[in-house]
């Protein structure tokens, strides 16, 4: 079933956080990178934050890994939008294999019902790919 208020972030939009232990990300839709803040969870240390850049590789992995644990997949026209690149051009290795053992759809960019019981496998491999895509 969907998990309505997780949808924001598996879809990596931009979040705002507010709180103890809260984390919120801001993403830069023009350069492809993004801004995540996180504060404390002692309330004495909750005016100081933790803040993170998130480089264009960094968002890259994190979008796929959100947007594959959705049953349709992540939004390719968000992804192309973005990082000026189709799903299929920074890792079409792991997509075409996974593809060819009926794991990925046919239709789109999306991991079967059978091939999300293997998401962690199907993402290192998309990593890896995205690494050597990246070196």
Known sequence: MECK????YWRMRNWLALG????????DEATGT????????EAGDWLESVNER???????K?????????IEGPDEDSFLRRFNKRIEEVIPKTLSGW???????????ALTKEGLLFLNRFLLEAFGELELFNS
């Open 99 to 109: 593809r060819s053992r009926g794991l990925l759809s046919g239709e789109k960019c």
């Open 62 to 70: 994190e979008t796929l890994l959100m947007g594959f644990r959705c």
């Open 20 to 27: 103890p232990s809260a984390s919120g990300t801001i993403i």
């Open 5 to 8: 208020h997780n949808i924001r």
């Open 34 to 41: 993004g801004f995540r803040y996180t504060f404390p969870s």
């Open 54 to 60: 998130l480089d264009s590789l960094t968002l890259i």
